[in-house]
Structures are given as C-alpha cells and as structure tokens.
C-alpha cells in the first residue's frame, strides 16, 4: 500500500494569513493527488485533483502543487469558514489511501 | 446535481453483517466515467477507502477488508450496496458512499453522500 504523510497534524493561524500543508508519498504517483476539505460533522469536500487542478466552484484562494512524492496544500489568505481539517488521497495505486489529516485551528 | 444518500440501520451487533445501501440521484449509476464507492471514518480518525464497484459489477476491494467486503449494484434502482461481514467494534465509523472518477481521468472523489454512523454493540 502506498502511505500517504501529512504535516503538520495541526495549525493554528490567524484570518488572511497564508497557510501551506504538505503530503508524502511512500512511492512516486505521478500527479494522482486529490485534496478534500472535512468540516465536523460533514462529508468530505473535493477540493483539488490531479494535485494542482481547483475544483468547480471552489475558491481561487486554494492551489495545489506537486508531483511524484512530494506535494503542497496552499490556501493563500485564510477566511473564516477555512477553519477544518484536511486531507490529502493517493489515487495512483488501489488501495487508495488518505492522508492521516491536518486539523487546521484558529489563532 | 448529483445526490448520494445512504441508508441501513445504525446499529450492528458484533458478529453480524452490517448492510448499507446509496441511492444515486441527479445522475445515472450506469455511467462509463465512475466508479462508486464506499469510505469509512472512524469517529475522531482519519478516512479509509473500503471499495468501488463499477456498474458492469466490476469491484476493488482494500486487501485489508477484502475477506469480509461485498459490494453490489442495482442500475435499475440507481443504488449500490455494501455489505460488511463479521462486524466487531472496530468497525463502528461513520460510512460514506461517493463517486469516483476513472484511473484515466485521476480517479478522485467527487461526490459524497452525507455519511451514516453505523456502531457495533450488542
């Protein structure tokens, strides 16, 4: 299975500050890197796919970057209902795997 | 807009099978370009991919799950099915059905249903 690691587990920051979260993969899988945004008692949200291309209807403020093993979340100016967790998703190799999640907080 | 809702009981007892079904709306299950699929969450942990199944009946379990994982689909009622055999506490999580797109076009999870919390105890 492919492991996919997060850092860091958890940010605080503060409204209109840049925030960047990062994910690994254990092997290369080219550019099969999805972001999904999860609010508490919520589903989660696609955010980015192909680790750099924004969902429909999400804001521009959300990029993505990356490829192989190494890649980016970055939200450039943080806004209030950003306040969630975070989760990055391997879709190069079944089984698809997850992120364990960056819990991002308010400061 | 596509709508995907699941539905079961919320309760299984340890040894059972736990049965959910997702009923598609907005759009046809029949389709070329998705899989659909089943995700769990346990409650305060992280996401973990339980299977797809493609309308043709075509399947892909996780290898950890995959001795007790069924999955089904009905295209004449838009919904699939998932079924979890030999349930212990451990499996007690939130489940999510969703769709997913095709390897070729980067196989992300698009749309989600709203999520069932089904808790294992006797």
């Known amino acids: 299975d492919i492991q996919m690691t997060q850092s860091p587990s958890s940010l605080s920051a503060s409204v209109g500050h840049r925030v960047i979260i990062t994910c690994r993969a254990s092997?290369?899988?080219?550019?099969?890197l999805n972001w999904y945004q999860q609010k508490p008692g919520k589903a989660p949200k696609l955010l980015m796919y192909a680790a750099s291309s924004l969902q429909s209807g999400v804001p521009s403020r959300f990029s993505g970057s990356g490829s192989g093993t190494d890649f980016t979340l970055t939200i450039s100016s943080l806004q209030p209902e950003d306040f969630a967790t975070y989760y990055c998703?391997?879709?190069?190799?079944?089984?698809?795997?997850f992120g364990q999640g960056t819990k991002v907080e308010i400061k | 807009q596509l709508q995907l809702q699941e539905s079961g009981p919320g309760l299984a007892k340890p040894s059972e099978t736990l049965s959910l079904t997702c009923t598609v709306s907005?759009?046809?299950?029949?389709?070329?370009?998705?899989?659909w699929g089943w995700i769990r969450q346990p409650p305060g942990k992280g996401l973990e991919w339980i299977g797809d199944?493609?309308?043709?009946?075509?399947?892909y379990y996780n290898p950890s799950l995959k001795s007790r994982v069924t999955t089904s689909v009905d295209t004449s009622k838009n919904q699939f099915s998932l079924r979890l055999s030999s349930v212990t506490a451990a499996d007690t999580a939130v489940y999510y059905c969703?769709?997913?797109?095709?390897?070729?076009?980067?196989?992300?999870?698009?749309?989600w249903g709203q999520g069932i919390l089904v808790t294992v105890s006797s």
């Open positions: 998703q391997q879709s190069y190799s079944s089984p698809w795997t």
């Open positions: 907005g759009g046809s299950i029949s389709s070329l370009t998705y899989y």
């Open positions: 092997q290369s899988i080219s550019s099969y």
């Open positions: 969703a769709r997913r797109l095709q390897w070729e076009l980067g196989g992300a999870l698009d749309y």
């Open positions: 199944i493609f309308y043709s009946g075509t399947t």
